[in-house]
């Protein structure tokens, strides 16, 4: 009876407190209108979403979460530094490219969007067979590593959370 009516409960929740925060008004009118969004908006879509994506580890996707805010923070000021301190033809910029294990495509946007939010990093193109991103990096020496840690440090995780 709950999945009928709310087929989606993380994205109405989502939904809701997105209202919430877009109208900056956390009345009672407008958190009530933000719940009637956040049941309504996935209720009409449902027909869109025919598989829900599977969370298989909850524990690895808090973890995920703390890496990613980590790898922020760090790339933050890595990238400062770089920008602050170099001269833009002394970077090493390049494009790289990276196979992947995901077959979800939930997982492989996640991954995409993680790379994208790590600042001087950005996912360029993901491949019509899903095999594989794009990606282009502000400063990198060893295209190989680069690739290594985003396996190592996302894809892994990814893959645990979703697969």
């Known amino acids: 009876m709950v999945t009928k009516l709310i087929p989606h409960p993380i994205l109405t929740l989502v939904v ?3 209202w919430v925060l877009l109208v900056n008004d956390f009345s009672i009118g407008a958190t009530l209108l933000g719940l009637v969004l956040g049941v309504a908006i996935p209720w009409i879509t449902g027909a869109y979403w025919p598989d829900r994506p599977r969370i298989r580890s ?3 996707m808090i973890e995920y979460l703390f890496i990613i805010t980590w790898d922020i923070i760090v790339s933050n000021i890595q990238v ?3 920008i602050l301190f170099r001269r833009g ?3 090493r910029s390049r494009f ?3 196979p992947l294990r995901l077959r979800t495509p939930e997982a492989i946007a996640v991954l995409a969007g993680t790379i994208t939010l790590t600042p001087g990093t950005v996912t360029v ?3 019509a067979d899903r095999t594989a991103l794009l990606v ?3 400063e990198t020496d060893d295209p190989e590593q680069t690739v290594a840690t985003i396996k190592e440090r996302y894809e892994a995780r990814l893959m645990r959370i979703f697969e």
């Open 136 to 138: 282009h990096c502000l």
């Open 16 to 18: 809701a407190m997105s």
């Open 89 to 91: 033809d002394a970077l």
């Open 80 to 82: 400062a530094h770089l």
């Open 96 to 98: 790289v490219s990276v």
């Open 125 to 127: 193109d993901v491949c």
């Open 58 to 60: 909850p524990r690895t």
